[in-house]
C-alpha cells in the first residue's frame, strides 16, 4: 500500500461453551466463541482543514463589525484569486459582544465591543497550506484556530481498514477453535459500529506564531483510521 501501512491490534477473544455466564446464556444458549477483530491504518496526510479568526476591539459595535467583515472579505477575495474554489471556503455569521470595565465597588463601565468572525479552508494540496496561513494574516485575521489533517482517499482507507477488520476476527476465530480441538459452525451474529479517522488537530496559535514552521511540520503529518466488528460464531 503507498504510503500506509496496516498494523493489525491484538484481539481480544473469548471462547465460551453452554456454560456460559448466566447473564449471557439467556441470550446464548449454545456452544459458541467470540472474536473482536480490530485493524489500524496509518497514512500520510495530504489535505487539510484550516480553521482561522479575526477578533476585532472597537468603540462601537458597527465599528467592531465593519473592521471585521473587511477582513474575511479580503481574506477571502486573496483565496479565490489564489485559486481557492468558493465551495471550499466557508465563512461564519459574526460573533458581537459588549465589553466591559469592572472594578470592585464601581458600576459597570462599557468600554467598546468585540467582534469575531470565523472561516474554514479545505486546503488540497498541503503545499498550499503555508500560502493560505500568510494570507489571512496579512488581512487582518489575527487567530488561527486549528489546521484539521485529512487524507484525500479516506473512503478507500476506511473499506481497507473495514476490511482488515473483519479479517483479523476471522483468522482469530479459526485458530482459537483450532486450538481448543473444536469447529465453526457459521457466524451467528455480527456487531459492527462505524469507526471515524483519528485526524490529528494542530493546537490553537496566534498571530504572532511562526506559520511557516507550522505549516512545514504537518507536511508529514499523519492520518490514522480504524475498524473495529465483533463476531460471534457457533461451534459445532
Known amino acids: 500500500m503507498n504510503k500506509s501501512s496496516i498494523l493489525t491490534a491484538i484481539s481480544t477473544v473469548i471462547l465460551s461453551v453452554s456454560l456460559a455466564a448466566p447473564t449471557f ?10 472474536t473482536i477483530g480490530n485493524s489500524n ?27 471585521s467583515d473587511i477582513a474575511i472579505a479580503k481574506f477571502i477575495e486573496r483565496l479565490q484569486k489564489a485559486g481557492v474554489s468558493r465551495e ?7 460573533n458581537l459582544q459588549p465589553q466591559y ?13 468585540s467582534a469575531n468572525r470565523r472561516v474554514t479552508v479545505t486546503v488540497n494540496n498541503l503545499s498550499e497550506l503555508n500560502g493560505i496561513l500568510d494570507n489571512a494574516l496579512e488581512q487582518g485575521i489575527n487567530r488561527i484556530n486549528h489546521i484539521t489533517l ?22 482469530k476465530a479459526a ?7 473444536e469447529e465453526l459452525d457459521g457466524v ?28 512545514k511540520s504537518y507536511q ?13 460464531y457457533r461451534l459445532k
Open 150 to 171: 485529512k487524507s484525500s482517499k479516506e473512503a478507500q482507507y476506511i473499506k481497507q481498514a473495514r476490511l482488515a477488520a473483519i479479517k483479523d476476527a476471522q483468522q
Open 175 to 181: 485458530e482459537l477453535a483450532e486450538g481448543f480441538g
Open 220 to 232: 508529514q503529518g499523519q492520518v490514522t483510521i480504524q475498524d473495529r466488528v465483533e463476531v460471534t
Open 101 to 113: 470595565h469592572y472594578e470592585k465597588g464601581q458600576p459597570n463601565k462599557l468600554i467598546g465591543y
Open 41 to 67: 491504518i496509518v497514512t500520510q496526510a495530504d489535505m487539510a482543514d484550516v480553521n482561522v479568526e479575526v477578533i476585532i476591539k472597537a468603540e462601537t459595535a458597527k465599528a467592531a463589525k465593519n473592521q
Open 88 to 94: 471550499l471556503i466557508q465563512s461564519a455569521n459574526i
Open 188 to 215: 451467528w451474529q455480527i456487531r459492527y459500529f462505524d469507526q471515524r479517522p483519528v485526524q490529528p488537530i494542530m493546537m490553537r496559535m496566534n498571530a504572532e506564531s511562526d506559520s511557516y514552521n507550522v505549516a
Open 25 to 34: 446464556a439467556a441470550e446464548v444458549n449454545f456452544a459458541h466463541l467470540e
